[in-house]
C-alpha cells in the first residue's frame, strides 16, 4: 500500500518496446504493451478507459518467469536500472539478490487503471486486477510461472490470481496481505478518501493527495518507530508545526504529484473490495507477516494460513516497520524468498 520513503515511480524517459523487440534495454529490462481488448468488462460491468496494460520484464531472456507485484504505489520498475532508476523493490529483486536476475525473468505491470487515462474514479477489483496480468502472460505466451510473489495489495491480487487460474502459477509468496481487507483499515482508508473527496470538491485535489498520503503513513509504520524517531518538543505557538507533523507534511509534498485524486480513489476502494476463499486456493502458498502490522493484523493472516488447503509454510516476525516492513525488512524476507526459490529448475 506504499513504497519506502526514497522509492520512485515511473521514470518519464523509459523507452516502451514492442514485444518483438531483438534487445532488451540496458540494465536487462524491456516493457511490453499489451491491448486490452474492446468487450473486457471489469466485474463492475464499468469499461477501463485505456488502451493497453504495461508490463516490464526484467533478467534472463528465456529463464522461468516469476510475477512480482507490489503496493497500490508500485508498478513494473521493480528492479534497478540505467534508465528507470531506483525500482520499488530492489533489495529483492537484484543480479544475485533473493529473486536472482541471472536465473529468472521478473515480469511486474503497471496497476489499472492508469492515472493518465482517468478523470473518474473507477470500480476495480483484485480479480480484474488478475485478468489484466493475464492478458500480459497470454500475449507473452507463458503458460506457467514459476512463482507469484505478491506484498500488501500484490499479495491480494496474487491469492485473486490463484483463485482464478489455480494452474497458472506453481507456487505463490504471499507477503503482507490476507484474505480480506480488514475493517479497522477500512475505516482509515474510508476517512483519506473522505479527505481527498473533499479537497476535490473544494478545487484543491492537490492538496487533498498529500493529506491523505500523510494520514495513510501513520497506519503504515508503528508507534513504536515514531517513537524513536520524533521529539515531542512542542512548537512557539499554536498552529505551529510538531516534528512529527514537519515529517508527515513532507511525505504528503514528495507524493503529491504521484498520483491523481481518481486513481486514489479507485485503488483505495479496491483494497478494502479485495475477498477471496481461502479453500478455493490450491497453488501451495508461503506466507509472510509482521505482529506490527496494522493494515493487516496479524490475526488475519493466522486465519488465512489455517484455512489454506496447500499451506506450504507461514512466518510471522515482529519489525519496528510495520506494514512497511516487507519493504524494510531485506535480511529477513530475502532468507525466506531464497528457501521458497531453492527448488526453482533455473
Known amino acids: 500500500m506504499t513504497l519506502a520513503e526514497t522509492s520512485l515511480l515511473e521514470d518519464p524517459d523509459c523507452r516502451v518496446e514492442p514485444i518483438d523487440a531483438p534487445v532488451r534495454e540496458r540494465g536487462g529490462a524491456r516493457d511490453v504493451i499489451v491491448a486490452i481488448p474492446a468487450d473486457f468488462r471489469l466485474a463492475s460491468g464499468e469499461k477501463l478507459n485505456q488502451p493497453n496494460v504495461v508490463g516490464r520484464l526484467h533478467g534472463r531472456a528465456g529463464a522461468p518467469v516469476v510475477v512480482v507485484a507490489g503496493g497500490i504505489s508500485a508498478g513494473r520498475f521493480v528492479h534497478r536500472t540505467e534508465t528507470n532508476g531506483l525500482g520499488w523493490w530492489s533489495g529483492a529483486v537484484s543480479v544475485r539478490g533473493p529473486i536472482d536476475l541471472s536465473r529468472y525473468q521478473v515480469l511486474a505491470v503497471d496497476f489499472a487503471p492508469g492515472a493518465e487515462f482517468l478523470d473518474t474514479p473507477v470500480t476495480i477489483t483484485t480479480q480484474d486486477q488478475a485478468r489484466l496480468l493475464g492478458l ?65 470538491d473544494a478545487g484543491r485535489p492537490e492538496e487533498g493527495v498529500a493529506l491523505a498520503r500523510e494520514l495513510a503513513m501513520t497506519t503504515y509504520r508503528t508507534a513504536e518507530e515514531f517513537n524513536d524517531r520524533f521529539e515531542t518538543t512542542a512548537p512557539d505557538a499554536v498552529g505551529g508545526a510538531y516534528p512529527i507533523c514537519e515529517y508527515l507534511t513532507a511525505r504528503g509534498e514528495a507524493y503529491r504529484t504521484h498520483t491523481t485524486p481518481a486513481r486514489w480513489l479507485s485503488m483505495s476502494d479496491s483494497l478494502d473490495r479485495h475477498s477471496v476463499t481461502p479453500e478455493n486456493i490450491t497453488t501451495p502458498v508461503t506466507l509472510i507477516g509482521f505482529t506490527s502490522d496494522r493494515l493487516v493484523p496479524i490475526d488475519d493472516i493466522r486465519e488465512l494460513a489455517a484455512r489454506l488447503p496447500t499451506l506450504w509454510r507461514f512466518v510471522e516476525a515482529p519489525s519496528l516497520f510495520g506494514h512497511d516492513a516487507f519493504l524494510k525488512e531485506d535480511a529477513f524476507v530475502g532468507d525466506i524468498l531464497r528457501t521458497a526459490f531453492k527448488d526453482i529448475k533455473a
Open 136 to 200: 500480459v502472460l497470454n500475449h507473452l505466451k507463458i503458460e506457467r510461472v514459476s512463482a507469484f510473489v505478491g506484498c500488501s495489495y500484490g499479495g491480494m491480487v496474487a491469492l485473486a490470481f490463484a483463485e482464478l487460474y489455480p494452474d497458472w502459477a506453481e507456487q505463490l509468496i504471499v507477503v503482507s496481505a490476507a484474505h480480506r481487507a480488514h475493517p479497522q483499515a477500512t475505516a482509515w482508508r474510508g476517512i483519506q478518501r473522505r479527505i481527498l473527496q473533499f479537497a476535490v
